[in-house]
């Protein structure tokens, strides 16, 4: 599922936008609306975040966002119900964004199981180092989910291999140090460089996160990379706002990602 993703968008000429949002957000309902509004304006998969207490590779508005979902008793089984309902509705693909506490309590196996029920595409786990993905990666495979897996600018080519190799679904290429946030932009001239390291070592698309926040930043990084992930950036466009007026404000600033300036 997810490969074909990038596969249209390689055919359309363009990068693969990817935009994340937090599951339950002021609330459910609105994360709901906020997922078909992304849809219509043309994101090709979604990054769906389980909020979580000690998120450590979240920066303060993801963050935030995460403390809003959990004050609103958002919990792990409601975003697998939110999952169901937006692939039934015909949302662009969806990808878990989870740290492993939740997953672990909620069962690794079951996790992926109910991952696959839902029709979701994949997972990510980004508090979990290589050596420990095996049972989850596994797990996820025997269902049928994708488990991409980071690339920090810092890894060292032959863990960077290693990495890609067992990524599946795409490798998430971290453009910076640090954790999210769209408070100071990606080194472009860095960035390609990674991006032509690793397509040295996989032929796996490659998608950017971290820092992306502008059309600008999407065009910059559009011509070395398959995908473009933007969350900070998004979720600061509909902070505030609930229901209708949230979705809106997340389907505008999507379009002028894809479009034009922000």
């Known amino acids: 599922m997810i490969e074909a993703v990038f596969e249209r968008a390689k055919r359309a000429g363009r990068a693969a936008l990817i935009p994340y949002v937090m599951a339950g957000d002021p609330s459910l309902q609105t994360t709901a609306l906020v997922l078909r509004a992304l849809t219509d304006a043309g994101a090709d998969l979604i990054e769906l ?29 409601d975003v697998l119900a939110l999952v169901r309902e937006a692939a039934a509705g015909g949302c662009a693909p969806i990808v878990l964004f ?19 029920a839902v029709g979701a595409a994949g997972a990510i786990v980004p508090d979990v180092a290589l050596e420990e993905t095996g049972e989850l990666r596994a797990a996820l495979a025997s269902a049928g989910v994708a488990m991409p897996l980071l690339v920090a600018p810092s890894t060292p080519p032959e863990r960077a291999a290693r990495i890609a190799a067992a990524a599946s679904g795409f490798v998430y290429v971290v453009s910076r140090l640090g954790v999210t946030g769209a408070g100071a932009a ?66 505008s600033f999507a379009q002028a990602l894809m479009n034009g300036p922000s």
Not at 62 to 76: C, S, Y
Not at 100 to 108: D, E, K, L, S
Not at 219 to 232: K, L, Q, T
């Open 49 to 77: 975040g389980v909020p979580y207490g000690d998120p450590l590779a979240d920066g303060p508005t993801i963050a935030a966002a995460g403390q809003r979902a959990l004050g609103a008793g958002t919990a792990l089984p």
């Open 98 to 116: 989870s740290y492993f506490n939740p997953v672990y309590r909620f069962g690794i196996e079951r996790f992926a199981r109910e991952l696959a």
């Open 186 to 251: 990606p080194a472009f001239g860095p960035v390609r460089a990674q991006l032509a390291a690793l397509r040295a070592l996989t032929g796996k698309p490659l998608a950017v996160g971290f820092g992306v926040s502008r059309s600008e930043h999407v065009r910059e990084i559009a011509g070395a990379a398959d995908g473009v992930i933007v969350g900070s950036a998004l979720i600061d466009a509909y902070a505030g706002l609930d229901g209708a007026a949230a979705a809106a404000a997340a389907g």
